[in-house]
T-cell receptor, first 115, second 113 residues
């Protein structure tokens, strides 16, 4: 069965410092991977995706993620955090071979950026 | 281009009733997925439709059903509501054949009393 793990319920970081939100996955075959962000009372907003190609994926709002096949990880990173980055972040995965959108989501990590 | 719209945004129902939620995808998108989000279970996949056909279904009881119309608008229905059905129901619109990122609507917050 497919699964996505986000081991940290919350990540605290000071504004201006780098941030990392961790994600590991278990998917049969080659995965496609996504990061989404959710602000209060809002739906999910797409940040970035990995389907194939470079292991370092750049996305919206200065975020990037590194795909590591051997460690089955897809950690989200940003060089310099902003207070406005405070939100709930979800990692999601799906098997590439199906071609369909049946994503499995992690439980989410709350990012809190302090001024 | 308008985003994904979901109606209603908020809904309060009584246990045993049924409810229908609506989702209008981004213009040109033919694939729509539905998810249930709860604090305890997180985001769980309900079903996915493409060109009026259900292609994927999650592990939910038969009380949860959906359909898609020829204009790609989708509805989901929950019959015989239970307290545990209280959740944020999210619809996602997907371009092309269904690969790539999903664009989520704001969700419908369903409260069952």
């Amino acid at each position: 069965a497919q699964s996505v793990a986000q081991p940290e319920d919350q990540v605290n970081v000071a504004e201006g410092n780098p941030l990392t939100v961790k994600c590991t996955y278990s998917v049969s075959g080659n995965p496609y991977l996504f990061w989404y962000v959710q602000y209060p009372n809002r739906g999910l907003q797409f940040l970035l995706k990995y389907i194939t190609g470079d292991n370092l994926v750049k996305g919206s709002y200065g975020f990037e993620a590194e795909f590591n096949k051997s460690q089955t990880s897809f950690h989200l990173k940003k060089p310099s955090a902003l207070v406005s980055d405070s939100a709930l972040y979800f990692c999601a995965a799906g098997p590439m071979n199906t071609g369909f959108q049946k994503l499995v989501f992690g439980t989410g990590t709350r990012l809190l950026v302090s001024p | 281009k308008a985003g994904v719209t979901q109606t209603p945004r908020y809904l309060i129902k009584t246990r045993g009733q049924q409810v229908t939620l609506s989702c209008s995808p981004i213009s040109g998108h033919r694939s729509v997925s539905w998810y249930q989000q709860t604090p305890g279970q997180g985001l769980q996949f309900l079903f996915e439709y493409f060109s009026e056909t259900q292609r994927n279904k999650g592990n939910f009881p038969g009380r949860f059903s959906g359909r898609q119309f020829s204009n790609s608008r989708s509805e989901m229905n929950v019959s015989t509501l239970e307290l545990g059905d209280s959740a944020l129901y999210l619809c996602a619109s997907i371009p092309g054949q269904g690969k790539g990122e999903q664009y989520f609507g704001p969700g419908t917050r369903l409260t069952v009393t």
